[in-house]
């Protein structure tokens, strides 16, 4: 099993490289887990730390072949940068969908793609972000609007750019993407400007399990396509976006086929390359936390309920979890290094509000009630992305 362990902080957006180690050999990552929590307990050093399980990332890239087997994964370098992630992931045939300076720079300094093989896929950059693609040769960039267009076109006539046109948990359309009307504009703009645009992109939303909202995507990338082509427009990349489910095998399997086969019908009549952007689908059930908790407090939440207990983590919402605010998702959590049981009832706080509402909650404790908040000031809670 092959391990990454990241030390110090579980944001992956302060993440520094050199925080970042990596566990060869056979080891289970409970265990391995452990033998963090038990070394940072002796050195009193109070950092939550991260592990990543890189065999299940690859486990994940390789789901994601067999059931899109036409479908190229370009992986989005923002949801966890962790150099030992890229480099799994480059290793095992994946390309890389970047937005900043800072994730180009990351993946053409650790020679993970070659720049046909990276996307700059926000679709609205600055200057300096354009520039320093074109300067390194990646000219794959996506737009949504005639003035990020007309930016484009001044900077660089080398852009293979992709129009990004259109039920999830989280809408970014209502942020970023062009109605028919506006990708129309785009194309004809595109034409009096001389440019060319080559590419159809789309995101759906965050937490795809639905077939119809992708059923009526690519139907209208179809009518655009056709669009942009009788424009003169060499329309001849598709890409279908992220936000695909990582914890149900079965559904992306469902999804997967469906993708498959529309596409065969959709686009049977034409040559095309179709990609896409995930990110939590190859990295979400690899990732694990383990948060320190910095106190226990005893709390009276009503009248009809006993005393509870709240449990402060010094992790929370406004970093590793952040999902839980953007989802509505529950994080799974367990001690470390513990023996016994106790059973009350706990609110799980964080350091930056609340995580996770867990009544009746089982934790374990070594001997005595009156033991329990030293013990716990002392301990790790491991918890897991579900």
């Not at 890239?61 to 150099?83: E, G, I, M, R, T």
């Not at 914890?247 to 529309?262: A, D, M, P, Y």
């Amino acid at each position: 099993m092959n391990i990454s362990l990241i030390k110090g902080t579980t944001d992956w957006r302060t993440m520094r490289v050199e925080d970042i180690h990596q566990h060869d050999g056979s080891v289970n990552v409970v265990e391995f887990a452990k033998k963090v929590a038990a070394d940072y307990d002796a050195r009193d050093v109070y950092d939550p730390f991260a592990i990543i399980d890189l065999d299940v990332v690859k486990g994940q890239l390789k789901l994601w072949n067999f059931a899109l087997p036409s479908v190229k994964p370009y992986y989005a370098v923002k949801c966890n940068p962790d150099l030992n992630v890229l480099k799994t992931l480059s290793a095992y045939g994946a390309c890389f969908d970047c937005a900043s300076v800072a994730e180009m720079e990351q993946v053409l300094g650790n020679g993970l793609a070659s720049s046909d093989e990276i996307i700059l896929a926000h679709p609205i950059k600055s200057r300096h972000c354009i520039e320093y693609a074109t300067e390194n040769q990646i000219t794959m960039m996506t737009l949504d609007s005639v003035e990020e267009l007309r930016k484009i076109v001044s900077i660089t006539s080398d852009a293979k750019i992709r129009v990004n046109g259109f039920e999830s948990l989280v809408d970014l359309n209502k942020k970023f993407g062009a109605d028919e009307i506006t990708s129309k504009l785009i194309f004809h703009e595109a034409a009096k400007l001389g440019a060319k645009i080559h590419g159809i992109s789309f995101h759906i939303g965050s937490g795809v399990e639905n077939c119809r909202p992708m059923a009526l995507s690519l139907a209208s990338a179809r009518k655009l396509l056709d669009y942009g082509r009788m424009l003169g427009h060499p329309v001849d990349i598709l890409d279908i976006g992220g936000g695909f489910m990582a914890t149900n095998g079965k559904s992306f399997l469902k999804v997967g086929h469906f993708i498959e086969n529309t596409l065969s019908s959709c686009f049977e009549d034409i040559e095309l390359t179709v990609i896409a952007e995930p990110g939590r689908f190859l990295v979400t059930d690899a990732q694990y936390v383990a948060t320190r908790v910095s106190q226990v407090v005893m709390k009276s939440i009503s009248e009809d309920l006993p005393a509870s207990h709240s449990i402060y983590l010094n992790d929370g919402v406004y970093g590793s979890f952040n999902f839980v605010l953007t989802e509505q998702r529950k994080v799974e959590g367990k001690p470390l290094l513990v023996g016994g049981m106790f059973h009350f009832f706990t609110n799980v706080m964080v350091a930056t509000g609340y995580l996770t509402d867990a009544r009746r909650a089982k934790i374990r404790r070594k001997t005595g009630v009156g033991f329990l908040e030293d013990y716990f000031l002392r301990r790790f809670v491991f918890l897991s992305r579900s």
